[in-house]
């Protein structure tokens, strides 16, 4: 009786600690570890899911679409949850894309809980995978970027990484308006880890519509004619046009070839990606000779009828300017110099303008700062410091050697003669969000007057004895300018004899203009001169352009 009594005892005593330690652990738990526990259920149970907001679009002035967001899913995977790593690698491979070797290897690793399968996939194979069901497999509502327009305006549009962030052009210029902000949801699970309750804590603010002043018509017109160019003086380096409102600055089409793919960028080399509009510099040749006669006559050193004995080369300094055709010397006025190009003519103006003057107008026609275009990567150009001329400078400078500018900066320049005095920033975002951005404020450089006499100077140069005879369009009477520059050579120094650049830059109609435009062709092959290389390019794009916006001869 005794023994069973004892045992019966024991039992009691051992049932006594059991609670005791049973009390004591409850108590630790509940209070001691209470928060700290309470924290850990809440992560496992509570999980916040990111809801990416979908990025603006991008459309030209008219609304057409070139950059859109369309819905997509990625695919991600908690290995060790995955049943049967080879069957489904097996199952959702083929809708994946991917090699099944490489899949197996993704949900078969131990090192992480979790595994992208794939990014921003197309909903219709990400619905495919996600009705088989598996287990341990999490599909993330994403967005994919794609361009409706193909190869127009991709280096000026940009492209974004995988993450939705702007990395080029446009894109990466505007990214904050573009991108939105991101909502957020609470997912609450039971202690199995089913899905219980789906919480809205933040919805997605999608990102703002870029409207540009860009027309897509005009775009895709210019940039199918400079492909034209490129196929012509192939193996050409490279091209750029501009087209634009120059009393507004609203730029209507920014071209460059070779094209690139904007749903593919990553095939095209990196120096095809460039804008070359703002990114790119060259001299500018002939071209610049507009600016040497506007600042004489801007300061009263020439009138349009003054007449020169112009010889068949100059020496300054040590240098000896020659011309390049025979027509550019004799007796000219200045209005016939710049008709037809004369170098050793251009640098006489130049000496009468003197150093300082000369300095002055070619920072005052904005050349060796950015115009201030909202578009990303703009360069400064070339100019030589005042106090770093040599006695041969103005030998070259004025007729556009030594310097060197972007195709935009000469564009702005042009726009200041042809709208009658006033320098204005080119500008390319039309509206962010529906709200129209204001128009950059001008400044004037020159008189109503001067603008107007070297107008009247560049139509000359498109008539009889001119240098852009091809440029002409019937019923228009346009004025411009042709320019024919030597490149410099990086390994032997001084000017090569086998690559230059080819350019043209003019606006219609002459009186009034409403249409500026540029071409600029990098190393043509076969026929390296502005007046037969660029000038017909140019002739195609304002000729289409006119017509295509009604803007009468």
């Known amino acids: 009786m005794r023994l069973i009594e004892r045992r019966v005892g024991l039992v009691f005593a051992l049932f006594l600690v059991g609670l005791a330690f049973a009390a004591t652990k409850a108590l630790w738990l509940g209070v001691v570890k209470a928060n700290g526990l309470q924290d850990a259920a809440s992560v496992q149970q509570r999980t916040t899911v990111v809801v990416p907001a979908r990025r603006g679009t991008i459309t030209d002035r008219n609304g057409e679409q070139l950059a859109v967001s369309q819905p997509a899913m990625s695919i991600a995977a908690t290995p060790y949850l995955i049943e049967d790593p080879l069957a489904t690698a097996r199952a959702i491979a083929p809708l994946l894309g991917r090699d099944e070797a490489d899949v197996l290897a993704d949900l078969s690793r131990t090192d992480t809980g979790f595994v992208y399968l794939t990014r921003k996939l197309a909903l219709e194979r990400a619905d495919r995978i996600q009705d088989m069901g598996i287990a341990g497999l999490e599909f993330i509502e994403e967005s994919v970027r794609s361009y409706p327009r193909g190869f127009v305006a991709s280096q000026l549009l940009g492209f974004t990484g995988t993450d939705n962030v ?110 070359r509009a703002v990114q790119t510099s060259y001299e500018p040749g002939s071209t610049f000779k507009a600016f040497t006669m506007a600042g004489a006559l801007q300061d009263g050193k020439v009138e349009p009828d003054t007449p020169f004995e112009v010889p068949a080369e100059i020496v300054v300094a040590d240098r000896t300017i020659g011309e390049a055709h025979d027509e550019g010397y004799g007796s000219l006025t200045a209005s016939e110099i710049l008709k037809v190009s004369s170098n050793v003519g251009t640098v006489m103006i130049g000496l009468a303008l003197g150093e300082s003057r000369f300095d002055h107008w070619v920072r005052r026609f904005g050349f060796g700062e950015t115009t201030g275009v909202d578009l990303p990567g703009e360069q400064t150009g070339i100019v030589l410091d005042r106090d770093s001329y040599s006695g041969s400078s103005m030998g070259n400078l004025p007729i556009g050697q030594g310097e060197a500018v972007t195709p935009m900066q000469m564009a702005a320049a042009y726009a200041a003669i042809a709208n009658g005095g006033i320098l204005r920033p080119p500008r390319i975002v039309k509206a962010v969000g529906g709200e129209e951005t ?61 690559k230059f650049v080819a350019s043209f830059v003019g606006f219609a109609p002459a009186k009034d203009p409403r249409l500026l435009t540029l071409v600029m062709v990098d190393e043509p092959q076969g026929n390296i001169y502005g007046g037969s290389v660029a000038a017909p390019a140019w002739r195609e794009i304002m000729s289409y352009s006119l017509n295509y916006l009604r803007i009468a001869p």
């Open 438 to 498: 204001a128009v950059p404020r001008g400044e004037r450089i020159l008189s109503e007057q001067t603008a107007g006499q070297v107008r009247d100077m560049l139509v000359g140069v498109l008539g009889p004895g001119g240098t852009a005879t091809g440029a002409a369009i019937e019923n228009y009477v346009l004025a411009g300018k042709t320019g024919t520059a030597e490149k410099p050579d990086p390994i032997y120094g001084g000017y090569s004899e086998t």
């Open 166 to 275: 702007g990395l080029a052009g446009l894109e990466h210029q505007h990214d904050e308006e573009l991108r939105g902000s991101d909502g957020r949801r609470l997912l609450v699970k039971d202690a199995l880890g089913d899905p219980i309750r789906l919480d809205e804590e933040r919805e997605p603010e999608q990102g703002k519509t870029l409207t540009l002043t860009i027309d897509d018509r005009i775009q895709e017109q210019t940039e199918e004619i400079l492909a034209q160019v490129g196929a012509t003086y192939r193996p050409a380096k490279g091209a750029t046009a501009i087209v634009m409102n120059p009393h507004d600055g609203e730029l209507l089409a920014v071209a460059n070839w070779p094209r690139v793919d904007a749903n593919n960028v990553e095939d095209a080399p990196n120096w095809a990606r460039q804008n």
